[in-house]
């Protein structure tokens, strides 16, 4: 059974709009799908199959707290064999924060206005993307299509895409995010609920390093925490790359 149904032409926002609503009785979360290169025709790797549903576990079998602190004293771990920062450059990346996470997962009400963000986002990201084709997965929310449909976006970070999911369904009840819009190593969110202070964003901001800390690392520059924070403060999408 293939894992994800793909339309052969552009998606409209729209079309993406209304196959959002109608979720709750279809089953089928809807995705706008971005391409290596939008004009080969395999759109890879969505037509080309490079799709491994198989080979991923359960995001429910997945604590986000615990994943979160794995990944992030990974990679705030100095190597001073190989290592293109001195271990002074890498601390100030992470300021305040030390090796220890020490961050515990913001307690929020579940958000609300998840969908109607989405939305708004989703003709966004159409006008910035107009060769984005829509795709179907069975799933129960966003976050877990990425699993179900064999996405390996961050591969190059870790292979099981449902410890991601975990993340995102976490996400999705704190911040009411949304999973948009995916590329072949890029994950597109909507978030009703963003961070509206530097203090909280801080907070938000070391989440996003554990999650993919190419946004940090090579997101753009000054390459810290603190940049970052202020860049996320009361925005309504979040964009993650995996180098």
């Known amino acids: 059974?293939?894992?994800?149904?793909?339309?052969?032409?552009?998606?409209?926002?729209?079309?993406?709009?209304?196959?959002?609503?109608?979720?709750?009785?279809?089953?089928?979360?809807?995705?706008?799908?971005?391409?290596?290169?939008?004009?080969?025709a395999e759109f890879r790797p969505w037509a080309s199959g490079e799709l491994f549903p198989e080979r991923m576990t359960s995001p429910r079998a997945h604590n986000p707290a615990d994943l979160l602190a794995q990944w992030w004293c990974a990679y705030t771990e100095i190597d001073e064999g190989d290592d293109l920062l001195t271990p002074d450059e890498r601390f100030a990346v992470t300021v305040p924060f030390t090796r220890t996470w020490s961050n515990p997962l913001l307690s929020h009400e579940p958000a609300t206005g998840g969908d109607e963000m989405a939305v708004e986002y989703a003709h966004v990201f159409a006008d910035q993307h107009p060769q984005a084709r829509l795709g179907l997965v069975a799933a129960a929310c966003g976050a877990d299509a990425l699993t179900a449909v064999g996405w390996d976006g961050p591969a190059n970070y870790d292979n099981d895409t449902a410890k991601f999911s975990a993340i995102v369904r976490d996400w999705e009840r704190r911040f009411g995010a949304r999973v948009v819009a995916v590329g072949i190593d890029t994950l597109h969110l909507s978030i009703a609920a963003p961070p509206t202070n530097t203090q909280d964003a801080l907070l938000v901001a070391a989440e996003h390093f554990a999650f993919c800390p190419d946004n940090i690392w090579q997101g753009f520059h000054p390459c810290t925490l603190a940049a970052y924070a202020e860049r996320i403060v009361g925005m309504n999408s979040w964009n993650f790359w995996w180098d």
């Open 1 to 40: 059974m293939r894992p994800l149904w793909l339309s052969t032409s552009p998606a409209s926002a729209d079309l993406w709009a209304r196959l959002l609503a109608e979720h709750s009785s279809s089953g089928l979360w809807p995705l706008l799908l971005d391409a290596h290169d939008p004009r080969d």
